[in-house]
């Protein structure tokens, strides 16, 4: 069983830009969260995903947005890319409600 | 607004010996606790979960304590080994649905062999 996998790894990027982040949740998993974790510190809430809609956000500007589809994968999406938005970005799932969730192994994204 | 902190920021103890760190939470209607460990290049793991209607919860050489009153939660590791090197993180959510996590910011565990 796949755990919560997320795509590219890697990415470096010039301000200005914008970037597209994705992520397949674990098996059985309908919920799914993003959050952002600079270097040194925890890390921060951006959105999460529930039956195809954003339900909770934390406080990122609107440059911050996301997509959920009807597999339950997700898509984080970053506009006009600023040298503060270089981060590892985190994808978990959950099963519906319940409190447990699992994270991905990150994308590293790089702005320059 | 709501605010974990977790000190110490660093820890280093020999192998063997028990490990302790310790958060703080501000908003009272937190009531769920997870700690993850996230070793180099890796997400976060869950290792053990408190809810608020538990004062400690034990899981092999793992132990949380919570004091609500207090808005305190404690991780102990004990007979730490090489493989506990890792960072450390503490947090705190308040709404069922749990989504939103507040962590705190992250204790560096190393064992000395």
């Known amino acids: 069983d796949a755990g919560v996998t997320q795509s590219p790894t890697h990415l470096i990027k010039t301000r200005g830009q914008q970037v597209t982040l994705r992520c397949s949740p674990k098996?059985?998993?309908?919920?799914v969260s993003w959050y952002q974790q600079a270097l040194g510190q925890g890390p921060q809430f951006i959105f999460q995903?529930?039956?195809?809609?954003?339900?909770q956000r934390g406080n990122f500007p609107d440059r911050f947005s996301g997509h959920q589809f009807p597999n339950y994968s997700s898509e984080l999406n970053v506009n006009a890319l600023l040298l503060g938005d270089s981060a590892l970005y985190l994808c978990?799932?959950?099963?519906?409600?319940?409190?447990?969730?699992?994270f991905g192994p990150g994308t590293r994204l790089l702005v320059l | 607004g709501e605010n974990v902190e977790q000190h110490p920021s660093t820890l280093s103890v020999q192998e063997g010996d028990s490990a302790v760190i310790k958060c703080t939470y501000s908003?009272?209607?937190?009531?769920?606790f997870p700690w993850y460990k996230q070793e180099l290049g890796k997400g976060p793991q869950l290792i053990i979960d408190?809810?608020?209607?538990?004062g400690e919860k034990k899981d092999q050489r793992i132990a949380v304590t919570l004091n609500k009153t207090a808005k305190h939660f404690s991780l102990h590791i004990t007979e730490t080994q090489p493989e506990d090197s890792a960072v450390y993180f503490c947090?705190?959510?308040?709404?069922?649905?749990?989504?939103?996590?507040?962590f705190g910011s992250g204790t560096r565990l190393s064992i000395r062999p």
């Open positions: 408190i809810r608020s209607n538990v």
């Open positions: 995903y529930y039956e195809e809609e954003e339900r």
């Open positions: 098996s059985g998993h309908d919920t």
């Open positions: 947090a705190a959510s308040k709404d069922s649905s749990a989504s939103k996590i507040i």
């Open positions: 978990a799932s959950r099963p519906g409600t319940a409190e447990t969730q699992y």
């Open positions: 908003d009272s209607a937190s009531n769920y």
